[in-house]
RNA sequence: CGAGGCGUGGCUCAGUUUGGUAGAGCGCCGUGUUCGGGACGCGGAGGCCGCAAGUUCGAAUCUUGUCGCCUCGACCA
């Protein structure tokens, strides 16, 4: 048994320390490594790939709706972000600036972008006239820089991958309804590739992104009880068409503002996926977006015909439509075994001397590590069916423990005894004073999640001042 | 940016209190035996002790500065 002990100390247990259990984590199953730039990481294979597969996924959603991908500089001259006077506000603290090219000090100081809008906003003013030309659908997949003081892999960090999508529209209406459809997409996507449910809502006037009429999240729930704000979609209005004259002639020749706006993802969802899925034995992989999903183990494979059906088995599955790899390293099986669970490959199938014999291999799920024996003849189907099965029982197991960690607050005590001993959202009534909202947080630590899109009617009056409620609000300690 | 902790082979750390020129385990390379939950023998490589100044005959060890990392806050995706 004192094997496992040492398996046990290489990952600090999730009830112990669950910071230290995340960063261990992401060390062990190879996913990131620091690198000598402060706050930047170096993303490694096993990370990249997960990113790729969401890339992947994501991009073909966009792209059913109609949205085109476009590369936009990664640089801002200083008077172009100055223009629309919120967004600077918002971003100012965080902007990383440009101010020698070359040997040459720069006319004006460039900011690497920390995200994109005012750089659409400048091309769209100059490629929209016509009602014709709407709507606008583009995205771009590539990385910003915010000068975060503190920082944690995928979660936090000085520079990260994401998309924005930037979009610009004749109506109101239309603007509103993309933006909201595009919250949707982020929504199911979770749901059906990383088996993370979310809550979707909309953000206080607090919590909503510098320059937005209107911010949209989804948010999820981490195993730790914490909340993670996993994708945001925001309705600008006519206000950045206003401040950077993106003007279209209507069919009745009138000058009109489009109206426009942004979504995003970033790396930080591989932060939610670990956290949601993982266990004390290292990360684990939804198997719709592991980038191995079936990891083949010789048992004994310096034997007579081992190796060779392990390279069959693999072969058989590729065929069939998996992602599959053999481990055929000399480390011993118990050393693959843990490896396997580290990365959170979801299933394996062990193949030995005497499986061979038996004319069976012998599949194991990562998430409960059950050990199914299925004859050769019905691996592939065996194998299709156990990713299925693991795949939704990864989202119920998942939605299970979101539901049981919601949980109402009739009056501000109740508020603030539930937030300070239970982990997970609280749902109280809210005025819609942002006097409120700073004094919860005052008190607690906790901020508005978002006024979720399904509404109840807890209590008629805002536990907080006792004015009359306007909204019910989820609330809680987020990322 | 505030509070606390930490930087010594690839990793985890000992050595710092009391200055004398660097160690262990794991990993790595070679080789043989092993192989159903992190195997073992033998042989080997690898570190100007985060960086920079200072004190000293002499600094991993003392002083100052600086950079980075971790945890918790504040800010954000």
């Known amino acids: 048994m004192a094997k496992e002990k040492k398996l046990v100390e290489a990952i600090t247990s999730m009830n112990e320390d669950f910071a230290q259990w995340y960063t261990d984590v992401v060390r062990k199953a190879e996913l990131v490594e620091y690198s000598n730039i402060k ?10 790939a997960i990113w790729e597969n969401i890339q992947k996924r994501l991009d073909a959603m966009f792209k059913e709706t109609g949205v085109e991908n476009v590369y936009m500089p990664m640089f801002i001259p200083e008077s172009l972000l100055q223009k629309e006077k919120d967004h600077v506000e918002g971003f100012a603290p965080e902007v990383a600036w440009v101010t020698q090219g070359g040997l040459e000090p720069l006319e004006e100081r460039l900011c690497v972008r920390p995200t994109s809008e005012t750089l ?6 100059r490629i929209i006239q016509s009602h014709r030309d709407l709507p606008k659908l583009y995205n771009q997949w590539c990385s910003v820089v915010r000068w975060e003081k503190t920082t944690r892999p995928f979660l936090r960090s000085a520079e ?23 919250l949707n997409i982020y929504a199911d996507f979770c749901e059906q590739y990383l088996a993370i449910p979310v809550i979707k809502g909309r953000k206080t006037d607090k919590e909503k992104f510098a320059g937005a009429n209107a911010t949209y999240t989804i948010e999820a729930l981490m195993h730790d009880g914490k909340a993670l704000q996993s994708g945001t979609s925001h309705n600008f209005g006519d206000g950045f068409a206003r401040a950077f004259g993106i003007q279209y002639s209507d069919k009745e020749n009138q000058l009109q503002y489009v109206h426009q706006t942004s979504w995003g993802l970033s790396t930080r969802i591989i932060g939610a996926i670990i956290m949601v899925h993982g266990d004390d034995s290292g990360l684990v992989l939804p198997p719709r977006i592991a980038p191995v999903q079936v990891m083949v183990m010789p048992i004994a494979q310096h034997k007579e015909g081992v190796l ?11 065929e ?7 481990d055929d390293s000399d480390k011993s099986p118990g050393w693959k075994f843990s490896e396997q669970e580290i990365r959170g490959i979801p299933l394996r199938v062990e193949i030995g001397p005497k499986d061979i014999e038996a004319g069976h291999a012998i599949i194991v799920r990562r998430d409960t590590r059950e050990k199914i024996t299925v004859p050769f003849g019905e691996l592939s189907a065996k194998v299709g069916e156990t990713l299925e099965t693991m795949q939704n029982d990864m989202l119920a197991r998942a939605k299970a423990h979101l539901e049981s960690h919601i949980y109402e607050a009739k009056t501000y005590d109740e508020f603030k005894e539930t937030i300070a001993n239970k982990p997970g959202f609280v749902k109280m009534m809210w005025c819609g004073d942002e006097a409120c909202e700073l004094k919860i947080k005052e008190d607690t630590t906790a901020t508005s999640r978002c006024m979720p899109f399904r509404q109840e009617t807890i209590t008629e009056i805002c536990p907080v001042c006792g004015k009359p409620a306007k909204t019910m609000v989820y609330w809680g300690k987020a990322y």
């Open 39 to 48: 706050g930047c990481m170096i993303i490694r294979p096993n990370g990249y």
């Open 120 to 125: 659409f906003c400048d091309f769209y003013a």
């Open 160 to 182: 990260f991958l994401w998309q924005e999508g930037h979009t610009a529209h004749a109506t109101e209406e239309e603007a509103e309804e993309r933006t909201i459809q595009m």
């Open 308 to 318: 060779d059906k392990a390279y069959a088995l693999r072969d058989q599955l590729i």
């Open 320 to 326: 069939a439509g998996f992602q599959v790899k053999v």
